[in-house]
């Protein structure tokens, strides 16, 4: 088979794949959705970008569930682990991160057209484990807690870093899996911990595994964040300093967990300045 022949029919039906699984708003069409993109991604085509789309200059918001309500997140509230609600809560907390997660992995894809055909092939592989990493804990939600995605109020404001960097690849591999997804490996650990000891080892079983392909995932920020500064002349360990200050990213508090983001790509340099600063 010659690939040149086939390279743009097969970029073509990805793009358009993901394109509905991004804006299937049940869970059911959802990783319906997913599960075809899943298998046009097994015959691992090399694509040229078919950009008919549109996608990197239009505006994009993920799809929900209707019954979900998407509330600030004062309104949120803290979750106690002591109570069976409160688990639930949690779990379904984490369990709209991987939803976003999912949207936010295929909007790379779409989004940024001209980095290379792997780097579509990354994050659609990405948007892939996302899925089912929120089908998991859809699926304990309602084993053990009888409830759905959907249930409990949640936070509405996930997508303002995908619309910050829309415009600008560097800064979205900076800020959302350097940064976003880089906090997912500092706090699992204690949450894993905490769904042990309140009795629910299946749940802490699954942010187990769940931690251990987010490393990846932030391992693939920072090497498409390095290849994108290079292309760009840009000095990566300088230029993240430079976003954070100027996309004003929170300090955050807890420890950082130094094992996982050094296997994710962190320099000593960066972790240093971002132990003594505080930021990230
Ligand atoms: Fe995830
Ligand atoms: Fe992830």
Not at 77 to 82: E, F, H, N
Not at 197 to 210: K, N, S, T, V, Y
């Amino acid at each position: 088979m010659n690939p040149a022949i086939h390279a743009e029919p097969l970029a073509a039906s990805l793009e358009n794949i993901a394109c509905e699984a991004f804006e299937a708003a049940t869970v059911a069409d959802k990783l319906e959705l997913m599960k075809r993109l899943a298998d046009a991604l097994v015959s691992k085509p090399m694509p040229q970008r078919a950009s008919s789309l549109a996608w990197a200059d239009s505006v994009r918001r993920p799809a929900y569930p209707s019954s979900l309500a998407l509330v600030s997140p004062q309104k949120v509230g803290r979750r106690r682990l002591g109570s069976t609600r409160g688990r639930a809560e949690l779990i379904h907390a984490i369990a709209h991160i991987e939803w976003h997660a999912i949207h936010l992995a295929l909007d790379a894809a779409l989004r940024f057209e001209a980095m290379p055909g792997q780097f579509m092939l990354d994050w659609l592989g990405v948007a892939i484990d996302e899925t089912r990493h929120f089908a998991m804990l859809d699926q304990h939600l309602k084993l053990r807690y009888q409830a759905s995605y959907g249930d409990f109020p949640a936070h509405g404001g996930m997508w303002d870093m995908a619309r910050q960097t829309e415009h600008d690849v560097v800064a979205r591999m900076a800020l959302v899996p350097r940064v976003l997804e880089a906090r997912g490996l500092d706090v699992t650990p204690a949450m894993i911990a905490g769904l042990k000891q309140h009795g629910d080892p299946d749940a802490a079983a699954c942010l187990a595994l769940i931690l251990e392909e987010e490393v990846r995932h932030v391992w693939l920020g920072t090497y498409w964040y390095r290849q994108a500064c290079t292309l760009q002349g840009l000095d990566p360990e300088a230029h993240f300093f430079d976003l954070l200050k100027t996309y004003h990213m929170s300090r955050s508090r807890g420890p950082m967990n130094l094992l996982a983001r050094q296997q994710a790509g962190f320099s000593a340099l960066e972790l240093d300045r971002l132990s003594l600063q505080g930021f990230n």
